[in-house]
């Protein structure tokens, strides 16, 4: 099975962008469909972008929707978000999922999950 790891989060300023990297550890991740969900502190964990495992089937949340892009390059076994126009909304702890079921962008399918990368957005 596969244990995503993600990297690159940290504090930034509203309006600025940040680049969110998924790694797969004992596994590649070319084999599942992988997806970016978030938490804020007292709310429920919300999707943010899913991905088929060929790259050519998306979906964004509404809240990041036109603001988010996601990607994936199997060969180097890792999957991307970019987020730009962050917003002080955005400060969560994004985590990196995935699933070896068809592609969903509902949270309940995802089984492998890594252990979330804190993104503090400043206003």
């Known amino acids: 099975q596969v244990q995503p790891v993600e990297s690159g989060g940290g504090l930034v300023q509203a309006g600025d962008s940040l680049r969110l990297s998924c790694a797969g550890s004992g596994r590649s991740l070319s084999s599942y469909v992988v997806g970016w969900f978030r938490q804020a502190p007292g709310k429920e964990r919300e999707l943010v972008a899913t991905?088929?495992?060929?790259?050519?089937?998306?979906n964004y949340g509404d809240a990041v929707n036109g603001r988010a892009d996601i990607s994936r390059d199997n060969t180097a076994n890792t999957v991307t978000l970019q987020m730009n126009s962050l917003k002080p909304e955005d400060t969560a702890i994004y985590y990196c999922?995935?699933?070896?079921?068809?592609?969903?962008?509902?949270?309940?399918?995802?089984?492998?999950w890594g252990q979330g990368t804190q993104v503090t957005v400043s206003s």
């Open positions: 991905i088929s495992r060929s790259g050519m089937v998306t």
């Open positions: 999922a995935a699933t070896p079921r068809s592609y969903s962008s509902g949270i309940e399918a995802y089984q492998y």
